[in-house]
């Protein structure tokens, strides 16, 4: 009786054994891998969350890249090449000239960027003459430019005075001032 005793004592210590055995060699480390793909499948699902929403908002922003670059191609065409400033010069002279005034550039002087200016920019000494409306359609001209303008200086002198079947006309000259940025 007692030798079938042990023998049962014995098999459940070697029951015993082999199921602790199988439990710390085999499905502790099991669960531990488990643990560490469950959360590297997490960190993985955040990722894709995170780039998806990455990817919607970009693909929101698409129909406005075209329009900022178009609107980054008229901010640079505001400025002019300071050491080519043929473009602006024509421009000065077709708009004199629609105006109906007449323009003399006397003299172009190079302003440098500096701590209260962040551009440089091109000062345009003209004298100006014609009928003192005409002048004021051109200043306004020269505001509704395409252009980054400024009016540093302005002297008006009236020339004369004629009569016209419409009415009085002011003939004026002025020395005219003019800061233009450039790139």
């Known amino acids: 009786m007692k030798n079938k005793f042990r023998e049962i004592y014995l098999s459940f210590l070697v029951s015993l054994c082999l199921s602790l055995l199988i439990i710390f060699l085999v499905i502790i480390?099991?669960?531990?891998?488990?643990?560490?793909?469950?959360?590297?499948?997490s960190l993985n699902r955040q990722k894709i969350e995170s780039f998806?929403?990455?990817?919607?908002?970009?693909?929101?922003f698409r129909p406005f890249s075209q329009e900022v670059k178009d609107n980054l191609a008229k901010a640079e065409n505001l400025f002019f090449?300071?050491?080519?400033?043929?473009?602006?010069?024509?421009?000065?002279?077709?708009?004199a000239s629609s105006s109906g005034?007449?323009?003399?550039?006397?003299?172009v002087s190079l302003e440098e960027k500096n701590e209260q200016r962040p551009w440089s920019a091109l000062v345009f000494n003209l004298q100006v003459s014609g009928n003192f409306?005409?002048?004021?359609?051109?200043i306004?001209?020269?505001?509704?430019?395409?252009?980054?303008?400024?009016?540093?200086?302005?002297?008006?002198?009236?020339?004369?005075?004629?009569?016209?079947?419409?009415?009085?006309s002011v003939e004026i000259s002025s020395n005219l001032s003019?800061?233009?940025?450039t790139k």
């Not at 300071?82 to 077709?94: H, K, T």
């Not at 409306?133 to 051109?138: A, L």
């Open 178 to 181: 003019l800061r233009v940025l």
């Open 133 to 138: 409306s005409d002048f004021g359609e051109f």
């Open 140 to 168: 306004e001209r020269i505001k509704n430019s395409p252009y980054l303008t400024e009016i540093k200086n302005i002297s008006v002198k009236k020339i004369s005075r004629k009569e016209k079947e419409t009415g009085l």
């Open 29 to 41: 480390p099991l669960i531990k891998e488990i643990k560490e793909a469950s959360v590297e499948f």
């Open 52 to 60: 998806s929403e990455q990817m919607a908002s970009l693909q929101r």
């Open 101 to 107: 005034v007449s323009i003399e550039i006397s003299s």
């Open 81 to 95: 090449d300071a050491e080519i400033p043929v473009e602006f010069v024509n421009f000065l002279e077709d708009t």
